[in-house]
């Protein structure tokens, strides 16, 4: 079980932001990254999680 939610979180995670993404470099990969997982964990509720955050 735990295989699916690691294939879902990647593939929502290259929708949404590595195929519409450019990064200039490193750094500025590592800082979007870092706000969209934030996002991810505590603004988004997930369906899994009684539409809740993981953050919650």
Avoid: K
């Avoid at 294939?7 to 993404?21: A, I, Q, V, Y």
């Amino acid at each position: 079980m735990q295989n699916g939610f690691v294939e879902s979180f990647t593939g929502r995670m290259r929708d949404e932001l590595l195929n519409e993404t450019m990064f200039r470099n490193l750094a500025h990969a590592r800082m979007v990254i870092a706000a969209w997982t934030a996002d991810c964990n505590t603004e988004r509720p997930h369906s899994a999680l009684e539409y809740q955050t993981p953050a919650d």
